[in-house]
């Protein structure tokens, strides 16, 4: 069977088309993503009513594009489900999508499922390369695992039991990572999104040019439990940032990469702790992150490390399924199709619901 998947949560315009044999081979026909990032650059983060107005601009050709990538002539005959984010994410953001598939599912005859967008994420592990096969475990599927979930919109970790059953046992307090990323970036005057650009210097950091070096602190790390707070670390940074400017208004080079070195190693020590301590408490075997920020190099060596160390498994999405794409949605919303005993799925049912969660 042939999906087509539909992704307008946030600032990212995605389709992807899957294909799917014998119910577990997965090929990923086409991965389109219009990205929005010029157009909330300079305001720092993404703003909703922007974001509505370029989906509804982008997503008639992004689609065009999709169906030319995966050669899809007729979409009637060679295409069998629909599916689209329902939440959670920005509501006019989601509106826009929901809208374009429920036309397309109407003018076509065809089943809609809508899809949870942080169960995009889980399942973008699953994914090979766009064109390559994935050959998908059932039995594997089905054992427990903790996932780390890390974004701009969430900093959660969840432990699945089995695909569709999911407990959040700790999450952000307040802001999510990826935001903190660039809220970070945005008070020393990087780039958005923050993420790559602050990981980026980081990289570019040696040694300290300081006569104390700096230190942040890794907020949590000492509670009992698996929830994080990012709203403090970047706080601390900004009064770092505001004592080093007293000194020299201009801060140099070299200071901003160590700022941003620590930053990173501040903010991904206490998810890496977290999130062994958490497969450790359940006694869970496998570990996968997935997220914007599991694009994080220094992140992904830091849990994969120690979880190898621990004798636990590790998985991580290929690099084009980290931030948010059509493909995840595709693979969440065939799961959910698998599962189902009535395979109806009426495009008039489906409905947004931002707030949504596992
Ligand atoms: O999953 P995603 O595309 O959208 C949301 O659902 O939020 O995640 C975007 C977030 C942004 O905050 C961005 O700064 C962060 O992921 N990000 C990174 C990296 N690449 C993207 N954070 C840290 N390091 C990166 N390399
Ligand atoms: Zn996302």
Not at 164 to 178: F, L, N, P, R, S
Not at 318 to 343: L, R
Request: aromatic share 6%; net charge positive; charged share 25%.
């Amino acid at each position: 069977m042939r999906i087509l998947a539909i992704e307008t949560s946030c600032d990212e315009t995605a389709i992807a088309i899957l294909e799917i044999e014998n119910k577990t081979k997965i090929k990923v026909l086409a991965n389109c993503v219009s990205s929005q990032i010029k157009t909330h650059a300079p305001f720092g983060g993404v703003v909703p009513s922007l974001a509505a107005r370029e989906h509804a601009k982008n997503i008639s050709f992004v689609f065009e594009s999709a169906l030319e990538k995966a050669e899809i002539k007729n979409i009637a005959k060679e295409i069998d489900l629909i599916t689209v984010t329902s939440g959670p994410g920005l509501a006019p953001a989601l509106l826009i999508g929901i809208a374009f598939a429920k036309g397309l599912a109407f003018k076509y005859s065809k089943p809609l499922i809508a899809s949870n967008h942080m169960e995009g994420h889980i399942y973008s592990n699953y994914l090979a390369k766009a064109d390559d096969l994935s050959e998908i475990d059932i039995k594997e599927m089905n054992k427990p695992v903790i996932h780390l979930i890390v974004s701009g919109g969430h900093t959660e970790i969840v432990l699945t039991k089995k695909p569709g059953q999911y407990k959040i046992i700790g999450e952000t307090q307040d802001d999510a990572v990826g935001e903190a990323f660039d809220k970070v970036a945005r008070l020393l005057g990087l780039g958005y999104p923050g993420g790559p650009e602050v990981s980026k210097r980081a990289q570019e950091f040696k040694k300290s040019i300081l006569d104390k070096p700096i230190t942040l602190p890794r907020p949590m790390a000492k509670s009992k439990d698996f929830n994080f707070s990012y709203s403090g670390l970047k706080t601390a940074v900004l009064y770092k940032v505001k004592e080093l400017k007293e000194k020299n208004p201009n801060l140099d080079d070299k200071i901003i990469n160590e700022i941003c070195y620590e930053f990173q190693e501040a903010a991904t020590d206490v998810l890496v702790d977290k999130t062994i301590g958490a497969a450790k408490k359940y006694k869970v075997k496998k570990i996968m992150l997935s997220g914007g920020v599991s694009a994080n190099k220094r992140l992904r060596e830091k849990l994969s490390l120690k979880a190898l160390g621990e004798g636990i498994e590790y998985g991580q999405p290929e690099m084009e399924y980290t931030t948010d794409n059509a493909a995840m949605i595709g693979i969440a919303g065939f799961m959910k199709y698998q599962n189902s005993k009535n395979k109806k799925f009426d495009w008039r049912k489906v409905e947004m619901d931002a707030n949504l969660s596992l």
